[in-house]
């Protein structure tokens, strides 16, 4: 949770001072945007139940069960990073990003709020 509030601080930041709407080529080893909005949103959960579960044991089990959200998306931990990387460098690109990601989260917290 801490990582990806630095993340969302760190793009926000950067974001202020580029103005520049000039479409940006995505690369081909880059995943597409709707993909890393996806793999985000799977690891901010991961993230989350990890530390939920952290709380309610009060200790972290490295053998608790997870699941791997690149493995589910079906991508590799180097295109992850080459994609993270890339966009991390165009901070307009990674603070749309990540509207969409709060987006999502917050639709799935009203989601589980209604049950």
């Known amino acids: 949770m801490k990582l990806h509030l630095g993340i969302v601080v760190f793009a926000f930041a950067f974001s202020i001072g580029c103005h520049s709407k000039k479409e940006v080529e995505i690369p081909v080893n880059v ?5 890393m909005v996806s793999v985000l949103v799977k690891i901010n959960l991961l993230e989350a139940s990890i530390d939920l579960k952290s709380v309610q044991d009060n200790k ?10 690149l493995k ?8 992850y990073n080459k994609s ?3 966009y991390s460098h165009h ?3 990674m603070d ?3 509207d969409d990601v709060l987006d999502e989260l917050s639709k799935r917290k009203a989601e ?3 049950r």
């Open 91 to 93: 901070p307009v690109l």
């Open 72 to 79: 589910e998306e079906k991508i590799t931990a180097e295109q």
């Open 31 to 35: 995943l597409p945007r709707e993909k």
């Open 84 to 86: 993270f990387d890339f």
């Open 96 to 98: 749309s990003i990540y």
């Open 112 to 114: 589980e709020m209604k």
């Open 60 to 69: 972290t089990n490295p053998n608790a069960p997870y699941f791997d959200p």
